[in-house]
C-alpha cells in the first residue's frame, strides 16, 4: 500500500470488553512499532517487532496487552478487559531497515475511548 | 532504562521569533532522526543526523548533533503558524539493539 494502514480508525467499547487493533505496514518494512499516545502526552512505546527476531515487549504496560506480527507483515494489537486507562490513540510505525537507517512511517492511528 | 529528555516541554512564541527545542541522552546515540506531529495528525519525519557535530538545515529549520552524540537541536529561525506542533527527537541508543527511543517531545504553539 501507500502508506501504513490502521484499523479501526476509532473503537468506542465498555470497560471489560477486549479489543483488536490492526497495522497493515508499508510493503516490504521488517521493522514495526506500536506505541501509545495519550491527549496532549508524547509517544509511550509499546512493542517492537524487526524481522524475525523476538520482539521487545518491555513498553507492554500489563499482561492485558498483547500484540502479534503474522508473516513478518500485518501486525495485531489486543487489549483484554480494557480499562478506562486505555483510552488514548494507538499509533503503528514501520520502517525499510534498521532505524539506523530508516525513517518510521506513521499509521494515522486507532483512536480507543473505553467507557 | 534509557531516557531521551527533551526541554522545554511547552513553548508559547510570537510569530516571526525563533524557537529551539533540545534533546538530551543519559547515554551516546548512534543517530538521531526528528519528527514533527501537527495537531491531531500522527509523527511525520523531518531529518536524520548520524556524525557527531553534524549540521543540517531544512529552510528555516537548523539540526544539530552534538559533537558527543548525546544531545541534538532543532532551530527554527523566524517561526510561522504553520510550525505549529509537537517536535519529538528519536535516537538510536548505543547497546540496545535497533529499536528507536522517542524523546518526551516539545509542543510549540504561534500566535498569530
Known amino acids: 500500500g501507500a502508506g501504513v494502514s490502521q484499523s479501526p480508525s476509532n473503537k468506542v467499547t465498555e470497560k471489560g470488553k477486549d479489543v483488536e487493533l490492526r497495522c497493515d505496514p508499508i510493503?516490504?518494512?521488517?521493522?514495526l512499532y506500536w506505541y501509545r499516545q495519550s491527549l496532549g502526552q508524547g509517544l509511550e512505546f509499546l512493542i517492537y517487532?524487526?524481522?524475525?527476531?523476538?520482539?521487545?515487549k518491555s513498553g507492554l504496560p500489563s499482561d492485558r496487552f498483547s500484540a502479534e506480527r503474522t508473516g513478518g507483515s500485518v501486525s495485531t494489537l489486543t487489549i483484554q478487559r480494557t480499562q478506562q486507562e486505555d483510552s488514548a490513540v494507538y499509533l503503528c510505525?514501520?520502517?525499510?531497515?534498521?532505524?539506523?537507517?530508516?525513517?518510521?512511517?506513521f499509521g494515522e492511528g486507532s483512536r480507543l475511548t473505553v467507557l | 532504562g534509557q531516557q531521551v529528555m527533551q526541554i522545554p516541554q511547552y513553548q508559547h512564541v510570537q510569530e516571526g521569533e525563533d524557537f529551539t527545542t533540545y534533546c538530551n541522552s543519559s547515554?551516546?546515540?548512534?543517530?538521531i532522526q526528528w519528527y514533527k506531529q501537527r495537531p491531531g495528525g500522527h509523527p511525520v519525519f523531518l531529518i536524520q543526523?548520524?556524525?557527531?557535530?553534524e549540521v543540517k538545515k531544512q529552510k528555516r529549520l537548523t539540526f544539530q548533533f552534538g559533537e558527543a552524540k548525546k544531545n541534538s537541536s532543532l532551530h527554527i529561525t523566524a517561526t510561522q503558524t504553520t510550525d505549529v506542533g509537537t517536535y519529538f527527537c528519536?535516537?538510536?541508543?548505543?547497546?540496545?539493539?535497533?529499536?528507536?527511543?522517542f524523546g518526551t517531545g516539545t509542543r510549540l504553539a504561534v500566535r498569530p
Open positions: 510505525a514501520s520502517s525499510l531497515m534498521r532505524p539506523n537507517t530508516g525513517e518510521l512511517f
Open positions: 510493503s516490504g518494512h521488517t521493522a
Open positions: 517487532f524487526q524481522g524475525n527476531s523476538a520482539p521487545d
Open positions: 547515554t551516546t546515540l548512534s543517530n
Open positions: 543526523l548520524v556524525k557527531s557535530g
Open positions: 528519536a535516537g538510536l541508543v548505543e547497546g540496545s539493539g535497533d529499536k528507536l527511543t
